[in-house]
């Protein structure tokens, strides 16, 4: 059995102010979300940190089942932030993911719309927000991230034509305790700069590779066409579509369609 993978992270030293101050690890858990999530609603500090092993229900965006075999990394962070903050929370988690990565594999990942997070056009990783609001205040919200690490993703067949792990596109095992503990460290420094009005969409921008592509866009069973102009504020897609008009997509997939035929 692997060892406890948040005493090897903290055993390399975690200087962050808010994101981490409480970590929790489960060897095997329903999915980090839930737990994260009643640790909150318990009025867990922002910051709470709950990483598993392996996930018996992990779920990815849209109602997908996210695969949680052991070998990889699942955390979820509780956040309490302002409702300006809120819908940067998301985005400031793909910008730690990608710096993350990047920092302790030297490999350059890139994000496609919304918020997956690939190399070389295979995804390796994936970022779920949920919050929960009450009237102008949020109460709590909870920031998932799942990064195939040592998932042999060949070996699953779901998944096999789309995803990645590091040790696989890094050609060497990847230890799984550097890239959380830069990733707390890259969370906690987003959040805190956001905390201080700065923002992460420039750098998350300079990250989307769709900007620019002729995309095939879904969305709740509809799809339409177009070329991925830009993203606006809150980091919605705009899309221009055949006959010229913008339409402003807030979830969703995308598929590169390649050039007009
Ligand atoms: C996506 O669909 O791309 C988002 C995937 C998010 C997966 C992570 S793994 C840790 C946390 N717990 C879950 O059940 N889901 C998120």
Redesign the pocket.
Known sequence: MPGNLVSATLRGGLFTRVVGKRLLFFQEIG???DEAGREAEAGADEGTVVV?ES?T??????G?N?V?REGNL???VVFRPTMQALPLLSILAGVAVTRAIRKTTGLDPRIKWP??VLIDGK?VA???AESVVTGNTVSHAVV???INVGLDTDAVEDIASFATGLNVVAERPVPREDVLRQLLHDLDALYLDVGQGGSPMGEWRALLETLGQRVQAHWRGDSCVGLAEDVDELGNLQLRLEDGRLVTLSAGDVTLRGPEP
């Open positions: 999915s980090t979300m598993a996930q229900a992990g779920r990815g965006r849209l997908r996210w949680s699942y955390l979820s918020n997956d995804k994936g970022i779920l998932g991230i799942g």
